[in-house]
């Protein structure tokens, strides 16, 4: 394959269901929906963890989180690494080392002491997990352009367990279209698509990474305004009682004080944040739009995804956090490739982690160091390929430490928690994931099937925490010591050994 310009089109904790393309009746989002009639649309596509940074990190390396380390958001961190070791491989590296321009317009937020730059990014350095309107280069372009300063009214929040003022949740924008951070954000990708153009002979991979739809959803009027809360309907997760469930995600409710507000407005909650999304698709529309003026659309591959979900209300939560549901881990993820059948929908599961692999393939790469990520350019082509029929998902905390994995597979779910109630959903029967089977002993075979492949899933890559399923549950045959207790004959002997004590 000839080298590729990549153009890598990137959201912040979005819903799949908030796309025309995914199934959502009144989105407004024919910009994204159109790119998926064009290209490949993944319905199983999935994040390796539900939080920034550790997202960021694994899209950048290839390597899942245990295995790189950066574990937790800056803002939030409890104790983990916070940058990438030094000599850690990433994908940007080896694409300038192949001679490749590459820029980065938007949301780092992988890492802390060293920024995009440092790993040979072009772009404005925009820190932070929220769109950084103090930012200077954000200031100099309101001024350049005559545009009024960031201001906003009609908060939207609750009150917290402490009787405090709860997490800004939304807010009305008093600026017009051109002056938000979204538009100013597209506004600079054109220019650097236009300043890569210019040097024809040399390809460029190019990031649009914005800061929203993340909450705070903070948008002007037109898109706060933009639907109506009556035609939104709830989730049916927010019948949930939390009963049979993790005591953490009851604590969390709480923390995002979803019981302190009306229903109704846990509805314009959601009619803001498409509004939001309904924004972000016209400016991901302006860049294509530029590709497209610039003749390089035929001569790039566009990926649009997001680092993980969020909840909108769904499970009486905001955000997202330790709990390990479709609505956070499951993302939208499509894909064109110029020549490959458009229209495509692949039900394999893959992951945000299969991105790094599939930009060294473009770029003609040897992906082999992303080790934890597999090419998605022969999906994309059409092909059929043999694929694991499951996949592994990890979480390691927000505010506290809370280890967690996950492995989904068609019907069903599994969630270790070990400090807490163990999860098992059957998604054919309950796609809401309302209701925790683990204990039932009808699913007996199948708690004891997941826990299995889990294990061996776990052992394969190299993630320790297969060390405490050995001991605790029913993983099967194992081949080595799993109390570490040293050299000891009769820890594992046949049935019908003789134990001879002197």
Known sequence: MSRRNILFLMTDQHRVDTLGAYGN?????????????????????????????????????GQA????????????????????????????????????????????????????ADFGFDGPDLPGWHNPVDNE??????REHGLPPYRISDRIRGTLPNGGPGNLLAARLHQPLEATFEHYLA??????????????DTPFFLELSFFGPHLPYIVPDSYFDMFDSGLVELPKSIAETFEGKPPVQRNYSAHWTFDTMPIEVTRKLIAVY??????????????????????????????????????????RLHDKGPAMYEDIYRTPGIVRIPGAPPGQVRDEFV??????????????????????SRSLVPLVEGHQVEWDPDIVCEFHGHHFPYPQRMLREDRYKLVVNPDSTNELYDLANDPDELLNVYRHPEIAPVRTRLMRRLY??????????????????????VDH?????????TTYRSAGDEVHVA
């Not at 939030?76 to 590459?102: I, K, M, P, Q, S």
């Not at 600079?188 to 210019?198: G, K």
Request: hydrophobic share 40%.
């Open 456 to 477: 061996r899933r776990l052992r394969d890559r190299g993630d320790n925490f297969y060390h405490w399923m050995t001991t605790m549950y029913d993983v099967g045959d």
């Open 481 to 489: 010591d799993p109390t570490q207790s040293g050299l000891d004959e």
């Open 65 to 116: 989180p245990f295995r790189h380390q950066v574990l937790a958001n800056h803002e939030r961190n409890v104790g983990y690494r916070e940058d990438l070791a030094d000599g850690t491989f990433t994908f940007v590296e080896a694409l300038r080392e192949r001679g490749y321009h590459t820029g980065l317009v938007g949301k780092w937020h992988a890492g802390t002491e060293r920024n995009a």
């Open 187 to 200: 506004t600079r990708t054109i220019e650097l698509l236009e300043r890569y153009a210019a040097a024809a």
């Open 351 to 372: 992951s945000l982690l299969d991105c790094t692999a599939t930009i060294l393939d473009l770029a003609g790469i040897d992906p082999a160091p992303a080790v934890d």
């Open 137 to 142: 280069d954000y200031l100099g372009y309101l």
């Open 274 to 315: 498409w509004g939001y999304v309904a924004l972000i698709d016209e400016q991901i529309g302006r860049v294509l739009a530029a590709l497209d003026r610039l003749g390089l659309a035929d001569d790039t591959a566009v990926f649009f995804t997001s680092d993980h979900g969020e909840f909108t209300g769904s499970h």
């Open 25 to 61: 009746p009144h989105a407004a989002t024919p910009v994204l929906d159109g790119l998926a009639r064009s290209g490949t649309r993944f319905d199983r596509w999935y994040t390796p963890t539900a939080i920034c940074t550790p997202a960021r990190a694994s899209l950048l390396t």
